[in-house]
Nanobody
């Protein structure tokens, strides 16, 4: 059973930056596509960013964060990061890490989430 643990959330003023970290264990990190999702209070969980398992650096972003957020992964540390710059109050949410096995989308793991709060 794979485990994902997020960290790095907190309270920041609008325009500030945070870096979220997701540490994976008990799974073969190199064969998992990794992604970040978020859920604001009273709203559904939504996609934020993803990075391919293959190591070719392929990434994908939600339109709302393009140019402000950057996802990256360090396979040696089994860790994925989300660098968030120019934060806005509407970025306030619980941020979740998800790992999906590249051969089978029905095999996936979620982290427990980390709270990000952006004050105006």
């Amino acid at each position: 059973q794979g485990t994902l643990v997020e960290s790095g959330g907190g309270l920041v003023q609008a325009g500030g930056s945070l870096r979220l970290t997701c540490a994976a264990s008990r799974l073969v990190f190199s064969v998992y596509n990794m992604g970040w999702y978020r859920q604001a209070q009273g709203k559904e969980r939504e996609f934020v960013a993803a990075i391919s398992w293959s190591g070719d650096g392929t990434t994908n972003y939600a339109d709302s964060v393009k140019g402000r957020f950057t996802i990256s992964r360090d396979s040696a540390k089994s860790t994925v990061y989300l660098q968030m710059n120019s934060l806005k109050p509407e970025d306030t949410a619980i941020y979740y890490c998800k790992g999906t096995y590249y051969k089978n989308g029905n095999i996936y793991y979620w982290g427990q989430g980390t709270q990000v709060t952006v004050s105006a």
